[in-house]
């Protein structure tokens, strides 16, 4: 199992611009979460899915979209890119089984 | 109030004990979390505790639950410099993880 997976690993946009942030997991899970994590903030809850074809906004979903293209996919969008998006954003699913959550490697953004 | 707190920062010496306290907000959390940070990499689960429980202990961590005061600590015995790390607390609230800030912790050999 590759667990969570997340692409790319760095990237770097200019203000304006848009990109996405792809997620995957092989585990099964129901739940999916993006989380960015800013010096001092901890992790903020920015969207989740508790089930294939829902999506609900978390703590700072401002800037953002998302799409939960079938179970093991989770998408984070940036439509145009500000300096305040940079971060280093977590991709999360819930083991219901294990009642824990599993964490990607991470996506660190930086927007010019 | 509505956020789980740490403190920012600790520093101990190399073979000390470390204690890493957090405060939540949910007397009905069902279960509470510890994960550690190293640099450039994501979260890794350390440790987890129900709320029915006051302690858990697992090789070097000890986990603490105090639900009246809904205080959480984490205790790291014989600390080692690979301690070094960012420790997240965090409860199951409301179907999500609510995450404090993070407690970095220093080890000086």
């Known amino acids: 199992n590759a667990g969570v997976t997340q692409t790319p690993k760095f990237q770097v946009l200019k203000t304006g611009q848009s990109m996405t942030l792809q997620c995957a997991q092989d585990?099964?899970?129901?739940?999916m979460y993006w989380y960015r994590q800013d010096p001092g903030m901890g992790l903020r809850l920015i969207y989740y899915s508790a089930s294939e074809g829902t999506t609900d906004k978390g703590e700072v979903p401002n800037g953002y979209n998302v799409s939960r293209l079938n179970k093991r996919e989770f998408s984070l969008r940036l439509e145009s890119a500000a300096p305040s998006q940079t971060s280093v954003y977590f991709c999360a699913s819930w083991g219901a089984s294990t009642d824990t959550q599993y964490f990607g490697p991470g996506t660190r953004l930086t927007v010019l | 109030g509505e956020d789980v707190e740490q403190s920012l920062f600790l520093s101990v010496r190399e073979g000390d004990s470390s204690v890493i306290n957090c405060t939540y907000t949910?007397?009905?959390?069902?279960?509470l979390y510890w994960y550690k940070q190293e640099p450039g990499a994501g979260l890794q689960l350390l440790t987890y505790?129900?709320?029915?429980?006051d302690m858990k202990q697992d090789q070097r961590l000890t986990v603490l639950l105090n639900k009246k005061d809904k205080h959480l600590s984490l205790r790291i015995a014989d600390t080692q410099t690979g301690d070094s790390a960012i420790y997240f607390c965090?409860?199951?609230?409301?179907?999500?993880?609510?995450f404090g800030q993070g407690t970095e912790l220093s080890v000086k050999p």
């Open positions: 585990m099964n899970h129901n739940s």
């Open positions: 965090a409860e199951f609230r409301g179907g999500k993880l609510i």
């Open positions: 949910d007397s009905s959390s069902t279960y």
């Open positions: 505790i129900f709320s029915n429980m």
